[in-house]
């Protein structure tokens, strides 16, 4: 029911909102921008460890690569989000999902489909 209200409120808006509203998503993606660490170089880390891996640190590598994955997905959705609020690129659906998702305070789709 939250959500059917959102939606509601986010599309009766008139013309002049958009602006407020695109500001308000860039703050909150460079926020999240700002907070988010970098990939783990997964590789580098094996060779560190060198040939003695338990099975306890070959599941903390498959970890890292999977919140490398997310890390990834996230650092590139909202600078192509941010491109998009700027004219630079097309709004595309999964693009259209994350400025809903950020500006209502939802996990996005496509950052839920790669998280832990």
């Not at 959705?77 to 950020?102: C, H, P, Q, R, V």
């Amino acid at each position: 029911m939250w959500e059917n209200l959102l939606s509601m409120n986010a599309t009766s808006g008139g013309g002049g909102s958009s602006s407020a509203s695109d500001a308000y998503i860039v703050g909150i993606a460079n926020d999240i921008e700002a907070k988010i660490p970098e990939p783990f170089d997964v590789i580098a880390l094996r060779k560190e460890r060198g040939i003695d891996i338990s099975p306890a640190t070959v599941v903390l590598f498959q970890e890292l690569e999977r919140f490398s994955l997310l890390i990834i997905k996230i650092t590139e959705t909202l600078g192509n989000l941010k491109k998009a609020l700027n004219g630079e690129i097309g709004m595309n659906a999964e693009l259209d999902d994350l400025s809903y998702s950020l500006l209502n305070g939802f996990l996005p789709a496509s950052w839920r489909k790669l998280a832990p």
